[in-house]
T-cell receptor
Framework: SAVISQKPSRDICQRGTSLTIQCQVD?????MFWYRQQPGQSLTLIAT?????????ESGFVIDKFPISRPNLTFSTLTVSNMSPEDSSIYLC????????????FGQGTRLTVV | AQSVTQLDSQVPVFEEAPVELRCNYS??????LFWYVQYPNQGLQLLLK??????LVKGINGFEAEFNKSQTSFHLRKPSVHISDTAEYFC?????????FGTGTKLQVIP
């Protein structure tokens, strides 16, 4: 299994500002994923972060709005840029077990409120 | 493309009563199936998973699920719920490393 630490756990931000969310894993993983969970809704994949290459974004998400860094095999950041109230969500970091058990492990999430 | 449908957005149930949370999926290829639980203000925790083999899968906290290929379902069951089971439950399918989540079912256990 993998233990994921995500920071901050919550934040309240002013519109127009940016917030960077950190995700630290206790073991090396190839792929890290960033999800958004809007109020009352399910998880939507934002992008897949691979070490050594640019992140792969899902339809509806762009790098300018959600830049991602993946400097090594245990760490990634997601930045929510130029925030608006519509960005208020829970953002979740996820990894897959390197042992090939296929399941995804999740961080505790970052609860973001934009005012 | 794959999709997941959780038919019930909320399920109230009395403590010690049985519960079933429904999940149906669609996919043109073989998939892996998962149930996750999300407690308030927390991330997602894996309850159980179906990869292959026996269609009845047992998970943590007394939950189990049955994979039915002909009905493309993966319903979650527990014979007797506890107050601590109050949470949101997500069904998910995975193929080719892409995971799709259902919209979630909020289980409310009534004392």
């Amino acid at each position: 299994s993998a233990v994921i630490s995500q920071k901050p756990s919550r934040d309240i931000c002013q519109r127009g500002t940016s917030l960077t969310i950190q995700c630290q894993v206790d073991s090396q993983v190839t792929m890290m994923f960033w999800y958004r969970q809007q109020p009352g809704q399910s998880l939507t994949l934002i992008a897949t972060a691979n070490q050594g290459s640019e992140a792969t974004y899902e339809s509806g998400f762009v790098i300018d709005k959600f830049p991602i860094s993946r400097p090594n095999l245990t760490f990634s950041t997601l930045t929510v840029s130029n925030m608006s109230p519509e960005d208020s969500s829970i953002y979740l970091c996820s990894v897959e077990d390197l042992q090939g058990t296929t399941e995804a492990f999740f961080g505790q999430g970052t609860r973001l409120t934009v005012v | 493309a794959q999709s997941v449908t959780q038919l019930d957005s909320q399920v109230p149930v009395f403590e010690e009563a049985p519960v079933e949370l429904r999940c149906n999926y669609s996919s043109s290829v073989s998939v892996y199936l998962f149930w996750y639980v999300q407690y308030p203000n927390q991330g997602l925790q894996l309850l159980l998973k179906y990869l292959s083999g026996s269609t009845l899968v047992k998970g943590i906290n007394g939950f189990e699920a049955e994979f039915n290929k002909s009905q493309t379902s993966f319903h979650l069951r527990k014979p007797s719920v506890h107050i601590s089971d109050t949470a949101e439950y997500f069904c998910a399918v995975k193929s080719y490393q892409k995971v799709t989540f259902g919209t979630g079912t909020k289980l409310q256990v009534i004392p």
